[in-house]
């Protein structure tokens, strides 16, 4: 595979959805272009400005993070090759804890309807799946079991 065909193969690749660097050089490697090659495609696509993991990062943590925690996102980030320690800097714990909020909602409603330990156990099981640290998980199901959801939901949405 010459530089040419690999930098072509990278835009085609980029026009299907965005990648980081990492990703494109797996996928040139597995289409076995060798080290050289795959290197000067990927210079050559950043002096044409296709390429930017900043902004791919900071992308991703907008888009995924109503819906998914820090530890998450941050496994999802590293996966892609992606330093996830400055796209998630901007991330306090109030988003923290209000995406985990608007996760819990949407998955036992407001009020829950099942109020049972098993039922509790399974959302707190569920968020922490999502990504969700205890310090978010904690004051949201208090706030769920204890009926004082709405009016924080609304708040947040007004603040958004």
Excluded: H
């Amino acid at each position: 595979m010459t530089e040419s065909e690999a930098a072509n193969y990278c835009v085609w690749l980029l026009g299907q959805q965005p990648r980081s660097e990492k990703e494109l050089g797996d996928r040139l490697t597995k289409k076995g272009a060798d080290e050289e090659t795959i290197l000067a495609a990927l210079e050559r696509l950043r002096g044409w400005g296709y390429l930017d993991d900043a902004a791919l990062a900071e992308r991703w943590v907008a888009s995924r993070g109503k819906t998914r925690g820090k530890y998450l996102l941050r496994q999802e980030l590293n996966r892609k090759g992606l330093d996830s320690a400055e796209a998630l800097e901007s991330r306090t714990d109030d988003d923290e804890r209000t995406a985990c909020l608007s996760v819990a909602v949407k998955r036992v409603g407001d009020p829950p309807k099942d109020r049972s330990r098993e039922a509790q156990a399974k959302l707190s099981a569920f968020l922490q799946r999502r990504g969700f640290g205890w310090d978010a998980i904690r004051p949201v199901m208090r706030q769920l079991y204890q009926g004082i959801v709405a009016e924080d939901l609304d708040a947040a949405e007004v603040e958004d």
